[in-house]
């Protein structure tokens, strides 16, 4: 039922024209019957909350006991060099997958949410290998929360008992939105500008937007039907994380 319930709500995001990276992946249930998914890589939670009537709508359509849908804590990618592909890659060694569940077995409040996947294409590191290039590779994965991210960086993990080196992962492509500026192309680890809001263009983060009107009740990182919406970076009158924002549009076109 999960794996319908991500479905319907990413087709019902593609017929409402939602961006491309604004959808949902790995729904699962856990024992309180509470529902958790995650967003494709550069898409924030509050994109998807954007289109929260829509989810909701078409979460309800498989289990009638969804009523809501809330952000919750961040899932944060992170990367690790020198994996031996003989270990996992190719027939008899179980892929990744064996990789990940030595990790979350290892490292104590490790939960690792989707598969962890090779840095690059695997034929090629199959290819490189051969030449000589190289002698092991890089995996990308992701866990729940920053100060576990934080800890790993810090003190690295172990799978099977081998000790890796883990590094924040950040992949910057045309869709990539900073979250202090809201600008296209960077992330916010590289950006040096002051904050602008991506509802409003006004000097200050988008997940501190809150709506002065008295008794609005809307939510603080969320836009509202009193939001005078205004884009920084085309000053358009829309959100910056609007699939009609021409800058956006240009930076996808020229990627």
Known sequence: MDEEIASAVNRALFQQQAPAHVRIMNASRNARGRITTITQQNAMA???LLYRDIIIKAARSVDKGIIDVEGNELWERLK???????RYMGKGTEGLQRMKEEIQADNEGVMIPAQVRWLSNPRTIKEREHRGDIKASSVVFMVKG??????LVSKGVTAAGVWYKVEPYTNA?????????????????????????GYCAGAHRSDEHRCNVVGCGSKQGASCSHTQE??????????????TCAKKSEANRFA
């Open 46 to 48: 509050e994109m998807a």
């Open 80 to 86: 690790i060099h020198t994996i031996p592909r003989v």
């Open 146 to 151: 920053k100060k576990v991210a934080q800890r």
């Open 173 to 197: 492509g045309p869709e990539s939105l900073c979250k202090l500026r809201c600008g296209g192309g960077h992330i916010e680890s590289k950006c040096n500008h002051q904050p602008k809001c």
């Open 230 to 243: 205004k884009c920084p970076n085309c000053n358009g009158n829309h959100i910056a994380f609007s699939g």
